[in-house]
């Protein structure tokens, strides 16, 4: 299954996509509902390091991750998602 949303291919509703050539490192097609958003996140120019435990915990702090879980229809969602 493949949905052409304004110009762009997606192999299906909520499913993260690398961006190529755009101002955000990540891009999905978020469906809560009957809402359709499309949504970007993460700084192209950074290097993700969900390796490092230190890295991880800060950013899932700073982020409030766990604490206050955010809409599915949030960029704070997906970014929190990956990590």
């Known amino acids: 299954m493949s949905i052409t949303y304004r110009g762009e ?4 509703y909520n499913k993260p996509k690398r961006t190529s050539g755009k101002n955000k490192k990540f891009a999905v097609l978020a469906k809560q509902g009957d809402t359709v958003r499309l949504i970007r996140f993460g700084d192209p120019n950074m290097r993700i ?3 490092n435990p230190k890295n991880r915990a ?3 702090a700073r982020h409030k991750c766990d604490t206050n879980p955010p ?3 949030t960029a704070r969602y997906w970014s929190c998602k990956n990590w």
């Open 49 to 51: 390091k969900k390796s």
């Open 58 to 60: 800060s950013f899932r």
């Open 9 to 12: 291919r997606f192999s299906g």
């Open 71 to 73: 809409s599915k229809l």
